[in-house]
């Protein structure tokens, strides 16, 4: 059963960072291409960001780039996402997901999604 399960949100004021976790178990983590992808409240899903296998590729949403840095360590199983310089619209749920196929912008099913964290960013 795939389970995934974020952590590192919370309430940051604009300009500061947070570290996004991704618990991956139940399949085998390393052969999957992984994402984050958000919802903002009223909103549809927004891709954020895709990470190859073996980590050495990765892709952004525009609107992230040079802010975000995605990551992942395949020996222990956790996906990471470094939000930088952070702003009030980046506020939203986030979730991180599994791709059925290689791909860089996709948002799966919600099938593969986690619980998702929310980062909050406000004064």
């Known amino acids: 059963q795939v389970q995934l399960v974020e952590s590192g949100g919370g309430l940051v004021q604009p300009g500061g960072s947070l570290r996004l976790s991704c618990a991956a178990s139940g399949f085998t983590f390393s052969i999957y291409y992984m994402s984050w992808v958000r919802q903002a409240p009223g909103k549809g899903p927004e891709w954020v960001s895709t990470?190859?296998?073996?980590?050495?590729?990765?892709g952004y949403a525009d609107s992230v780039k040079g802010r975000f840095t995605i990551d992942r360590d395949n020996a222990k199983n956790p996906l990471y996402l470094q939000m930088n310089s952070l702003k009030p619209e980046n506020t939203a749920l986030y979730y991180c997901?599994?791709?059925?196929?290689?791909?860089?912008?996709?948002?799966?099913?919600?099938?593969?999604w986690g619980q998702g964290t929310q980062v909050t960013v406000s004064s």
């Open positions: 997901a599994r791709l059925p196929r290689p791909n860089y912008g996709m948002i799966p099913l919600r099938n593969y």
């Open positions: 990470i190859n296998t073996i980590g050495t590729n990765t």
